[in-house]
Nanobody, 123 residues
Framework: VQLQASGGGLVQTGGSLKLSCAASGRTFSRYTVAWFRRTPGQEREFVAASNWVDFSTAYADSVKGRFTISRDYAKSMVYLQMDSLKPEDTAVYYC?????????????????WGQGTQVTVSS
């Protein structure tokens, strides 16, 4: 499966952005998907994930209540709605996918990655 993330940009504190991740592959509906982010000098960190078995989701504590992961199975799209953005949300955001139906929070648990999209939140 191939992934392509988009939708990043510059936004003021308190603003919103919606990231998109387009996937190719006929069986993408049977992949767990996730968003991670990376700031300079840091490891990629978990943001949110969603599986296809029971449609459960998981979020990092730092974004819980502000970010929402969703999927459009018909369009093979994954979204990350980001509200109430903070300067500390500034990062390159990546979408990942894996066939494992369980939700994982580690980078090595996802086999497929898209290129990143930059999100910058100004104070």
């Amino acid at each position: 499966v191939q992934l392509q993330a988009s939708g990043g940009g510059l936004v003021q504190t308190g603003g919103s952005l919606k990231l998109s991740c387009a996937a190719s592959g006929r069986t993408f509906s049977r992949y767990t998907v996730a968003w991670f982010r990376r700031t300079p000098g840091q490891e990629r960190e978990f943001v949110a994930a969603s599986n296809w078995v029971d449609f459960s989701t998981a979020y990092a504590d730092s974004v819980k209540g502000r970010f929402t992961i969703s999927r459009d199975y018909a369009k093979s799209m994954v979204y990350l709605q980001m509200d109430s953005l903070k300067p500390e949300d500034t990062a390159v955001y990546y979408c990942g996918a894996d066939r494992d139906p369980r939700i994982h929070r580690e980078v090595h648990d996802y086999a497929y990655w898209g290129q990143g999209t930059q999100v910058t939140v100004s104070s």
